[in-house]
């Protein structure tokens, strides 16, 4: 596959260096050390962990077979291989070495031999299958001088993997804590497959097997949830109603366990084509005994100027408290983050009608600009967006566990992100006179699309805009779970929850401010194709004459979310070998919210104040200096408002835009049936599990509600559209160990993933953006009847333990997606869709013909894949280098799809799926002592598509070139309760280029500087 090589042949290199056969040592399992022990008699579950504890190893077992058996005393100086044989002596178990551990499984009985004759032992016995074992992992992060009240009882992330039957990839505490992370996005783009989207140079979103956002189900403890923020910038999508979920919310901290479920099996919620992420709080039994735990940082951005804080707090703490059966914990975190991202941008690129050379006897000129293949930036400006942030969570959780048979659980979590942004943008506007030009074939492709590079106007505008908002994300979940063995083969998993995301942006406030067709400007993108610059040489943007007040615009948003879960899962043990799992689940999610605006200040008659008076003064304006390339002028909001009497404006009702009410409420019922058994193949074990689930979803989509300003009822469709459909999901999955620590998955399956929020919707909009002439408007329509994304699903992979902590696997992934849906337009005479002519935009009629734009199902898609995964220690190195270590995966997708009438083309064009990268890595290399230690990570993500276009004629798709983003940390530890640490994020202070048009135009380039953090870390 010559498509297989990367962009950056270092990641390769490094791989061919690790696999070479000079220097990779057999593994080997290493108990031999001899130290003593004092061990009471005990229940053996006691014993075992006391015992797990004390070596700092994993033990895998399944509780039923624990349950009533004592341990006897262990005293004395033994090895540790010797110590769990004598826990077990006298039991009908044994233990196996695995990894760096044991795995406790009933002894096989065997056939009576000669006594003469030594035992022989079958090479595999039949073990309970992976669901019903419990790992006990004791671990000591930092090394050997980490005091023991750190330790946790979870698995390692390679153990999680392991005894998963599903493709599966997870992050535990370490994980996540000992490489940068400003959020959770950010901690979980080093899993493989994963990809991010980036705001304010931290994660937002993900893109898994390169599947968008949207085809990732979320859980949070468990349960399916959601949630939202927003981008300030429109070429990022600002506020979107869909199912991705906004990982930016959360402090990565909150978190002490990350399950990525790749593939899909029956017992699982349906969704997620993509896969499945499930964010674990911390549980006051995950540690062996009381914790507390205390951080603080302070941070500072590269960007940062004098309209933004200089350092940037960060706090994180944690207290676990256990009284013999029962326990509790509370977590919180706490960030405030000053970021400025800057940059130029070109709000896409038109062939523009109506130009006009400024030179009237230009013959040549003019009829270059009569040609109508000239492409011009629709309005380049330099801008600014600068944003005070605070990040709050908190969790609790209060455990009961009497012993292995029951355990109960409370678990509180809520979140906030707050966002008090400022946006400063100095646009060159009104540019139809020209002077002259220098155009190019873009990219050299040779399809005809003239883009000008270079171009003087004359009696331009220059139009700078000031923007203030303040938005708020708020989560909030609580659940109670149960987990309860209601007899030796029969155990009992139930939970009950509820959460909820809410969105709210009270009210944003724009000014405009221009010098009308007064200026004589230049643009020029002859240096850098995708960071233009424009300047005048006869007109001073940092004065006030020639500038006067162009308008005013408020607008809100809110947008409310929320989910009600319950679930009710058996586990039957109808033998050691084999188990019958089945369970029924609920589920409710509720979707709803609205949009209000007011523009057309100050010559709308409802400015209370001067109406229509535009001159400024002095006190009206202020020099803005953030943009690192120029200077200029903008209007102060707070005077202006004040002087239009707008000040303390509120919208209302009245402002309410009607296409932007409806509620979305989908209710899933849901029941599944699932086997598993372990089998003895060839002397090694085989693990099967076969399950199929039945789901029923009833939807239901409301219009508007009548009556509301600036547009008259929405459509004439029904109030309320109700419908149901139901489906089957089969599941078959295969673990085989064929070899010590070599073992094989394969799994087949087939799930669903549910339209986007806005695509469900029952709306009609018409788009009031400025039209010239002959520009033909837009209306958009949602579509309650589009059926869910459909997907039969292959995975297969090999994965090879061969080390403690040491793990390579190399994975295939194919998806078989019908249904797939995306945007038609067909022109339409606006009379003929029985809208109010209220509607319209200016200057246009209800003869006029419109793009009518709403989601529809398409044909059948399908995405491929290779994943490759590899994390080594280099203990195999002479000292010191033996203290180095790699972590490294890389991922090739390939999927198209058929998208309608593109660019409004009338042509169908097959193009890739939206966020999907064909190569992306993960490279991270690491040096660790129990005294100090240091990493360096790099993340690469390749082009990809972010949209392609319909009803749009400026461009066919728009996406983000390639990205390598490069991230360091280093720790030291004081001593064993004490550690120090420094991060640097985005070293390279990467340029993020947003482009416009498969042909490859600049549409946004901005830079959001390098962040550092300095921090301390008591762990008690």
Do not use: C
């Not at 077990?88 to 551990?101: D, K, V």
């Not at 949830?225 to 990022?236: E, F």
């Not at 869910?788 to 992934?813: H, I, K, R, V």
């Amino acid at each position: 596959m010559a498509g297989l090589v990367p962009v950056q042949p270092v990641f390769y290199l490094v791989l061919l260096l690790l696999f070479s056969s000079a220097v990779w040592p057999a593994a080997q399992h290493n108990a031999a050390e001899r130290r003593h022990y004092a061990l009471p008699a005990q229940p053996l579950a006691a014993a075992l962990l006391q015992f797990a504890r004390q070596v700092n190893k994993p033990l895998l077992y399944n509780p039923a077979q624990l349950a009533g058996l004592q341990a006897p005393a262990v005293v004395g100086d033994f090895t540790a291989d010797e110590v769990i044989q004598l826990i077990l002596a006298q039991q009908p178990l044994e233990a196996i070495p695995r990894g760096s551990g044991w795995l406790i499984k009933a002894e096989a009985k065997v056939p009576d031999a000669k006594p003469a004759a030594p035992e022989a032992k079958p090479a595999a016995k039949p073990t309970a299958s992976a669901p019903a074992m419990e790992v006990i992992a004791v671990r000591a992060n930092g090394g050997v001088h980490r005091h023991n009240s750190a330790t946790t009882l979870l698995p390692t992330a390679e153990t999680l993997k392991r005894q998963a039957m599903i493709a599966q990839d997870s992050l535990v505490a370490e994980d996540i804590t000992d490489f940068t992370a400003l959020n959770v996005a950010n901690a979980i783009s080093r899993v493989p497959g994963i990809s991010i989207t980036r705001e304010w140079g931290e994660g937002r979103q993900i893109s898994l097997r390169g599947l968008g956002p949207d085809f990732t189900r979320v859980q949070v403890n468990g349960m399916e949830t959601l949630g939202t923020s927003s981008s300030p910038m429109d070429a990022r999508g600002a506020l979107s109603r869909s199912r991705a979920f906004d990982f930016n919310i959360f402090a990565a901290e909150l978190f002490n366990q990350i399950d990525v479920k790749k593939s899909y099996s029956a017992e699982q919620e349906e969704g997620g084509i993509a896969g499945t992420v499930n964010l674990r709080t911390a549980k006051p039994f995950d540690y062996a005994a009381d914790k507390a735990s205390i951080s603080a940082q302070l941070g500072s951005n590269s960007n940062a100027n004098s309209n933004l804080s200089s350092a940037d707090p960060r706090f994180s703490a944690l207290l676990s408290k256990r009284w013999s059966d029962l326990g509790a914990l509370i977590s919180l975190t706490y960030s405030s983050r000053a970021t400025n991202e800057y940059g130029s941008n070109t709000t896409r690129w038109r062939r523009e009608s109506g130009k006009q050379a400024a030179d009237p006897n230009n013959n040549a000129l003019q009829s270059l600009l009569d040609s109508g293949d000239l492409w011009f930036p629709r309005g380049q400006r330099l801008s600014v967006w600068e944003n005070q942030q605070q990040r709050f969570g908190i969790t609790a959780a209060l455990q009961y566990q009497p012993g292995p048979q029951l355990n109960l659980l409370l678990d509180l979590m809520h979140g906030k992100l707050e966002n008090q942004l400022s946006e400063h943008h100095h646009a060159v506007k009104d540019n139809n006179l020209v002077q002259d030009l220098i155009w190019r074939d873009s990219n050299g492709y040779g399809s005809g699309d003239k883009e000008v590079l270079y171009a003087r106007y004359k009696n331009a505008s220059w139009r700078n805009e000031n923007r203030q908002d303040y938005n708020e994300s708020v989560f909030s979940q609580i659940s109670l779970s149960a987990d309860w063995a209601l007899s030796h083969n029969l155990q009992l998993r139930a939970m009950l929850g509820h959460s909820s995301s809410d969105y709210r942006q009270p009210l944003l406030s724009k000014l405009n401010i221009e010098a009308k067709q007064q200026a004589d400007i230049v643009t020029d993108f002859t240096q850098d194709a995708f960071y233009g610059r424009s300047y005048s040489g006869n007109f001073d943007v940092t004065a006030l004459p020639g500038f006067s007040v162009r308008d005013l615009f408020f607008q809100s948003n809110f947008t409310y979310s929320d989910f009600d879960n319950a679930r009710l899962d058996f586990t039957w043990q109808l033998s050691d070998s084999r188990e019958l799992t089945f369970g029924l689940h609920h589920k409710t999610f509720n979707n709803s919210g609205f949009q209000q605006e007011a523009s057309g200040f100050p010559y709308s008659s409802a400015t209370p104040l001067n109406q229509g008076m535009i001159s400024l003064n002095a006190e009206q304006v202020q020099l803005y200096s953030g943009h690192p390339d120029q200077s200029w002028l903008q209007g102060n909001i707070v005077a202006l408002q004040a002087f239009y009497g707008l000040s303390g404006f509120a919208l209302t009702d009245a402002d309410t835009i009607a296409s932007s009410v409806y509620r979305l409420t989908e209710q899933t019922n849901a029941g599944y049936l699932q086997y598993q058994q372990e089998f003895a193949v060839a002397g090694a074990p085989l693990r099967t599990s076969l399950g199929l689930r039945y789901f029923n979803t009833q939807l239901a989509s409301q219009t508007p509600p009548q009556g509301l300003a600036n547009s008259a009822p929405a459509s004439a469709e029904p109030a309320n559209v109700v419908r149901h459909y139901s489906g089957y999901l089969p599941g078959l999955d295969i673990s085989y160990e064929f070899a010590d620590d070599m073992l094989w998955r394969l799994g087949l399956s087939k799930n669903i993933t549910r339209p986007s929020l806005s695509d469900l919707a029952l709306f009609t909009n018409v788009t009031q953006t400025s039209l010239g002439e002959t520009d033909i408007g837009q209306i958009n329509t949602g579509n309650p009847q589009l059926k869910p994304f459909s997907a039969n699903n292959l995975d297969t992979a090999l994965e090879w333990y061969f080390a403690e902590g040491g793990l390579f696997s190399a994975a295939l992934f194919y998806k078989d997606i019908e249904h797939f849906i995306a945007i038609e337009t067909r022109p339409v005479i606006y009379r003929e869709l029985g809208l109010p002519a209220a509607l319209l935009p200016e200057g246009k009629t209800v003869d006029d013909v419109f793009n009518l734009s709403s989601p529809q199902n398409g044909g059948p898609s399908s995405i491929k894949g290779v994943e490759l995964a590899l994390q080594r220690k280099l203990d195999f190195l002479p000292a010191p280098f033996n203290q180095f270590g790699i972590v490294a995966n890389y991922t090739w997708a390939d999927g198209n799809t058929l998208y309608r009438n593109v660019q409004n083309s009338g042509e169908d064009q097959v193009k890739a799926f939206p966020g999907l990268s064909r190569h992306s890595y993960n490279l991270a290399l690491y040096y660790d002592t129990p005294r100090w230690g240091a990493r360096l990570t790099t993340a690469y993500r390749s082009r990809y598509i972010a949209a392609v276009e319909s009803g749009s004629i400026d461009d066919d798709e728009r996406g983000y070139h390639a990205s390598t983003n490069v991230d360091f940390s280093a720790f030291y530890r004081v001593n064993d309760y004490i550690k120090l640490n420094i991060e640097a994020l985005n070293l390279t202070n990467l340029r993020e280029e947003l482009y416009s048009d498969s042909s490859d135009r600049a549409y946004n380039s901005t830079y959001s500087g390098r962040t550092y953090m300095l921090g301390v870390t008591a762990e008690f």
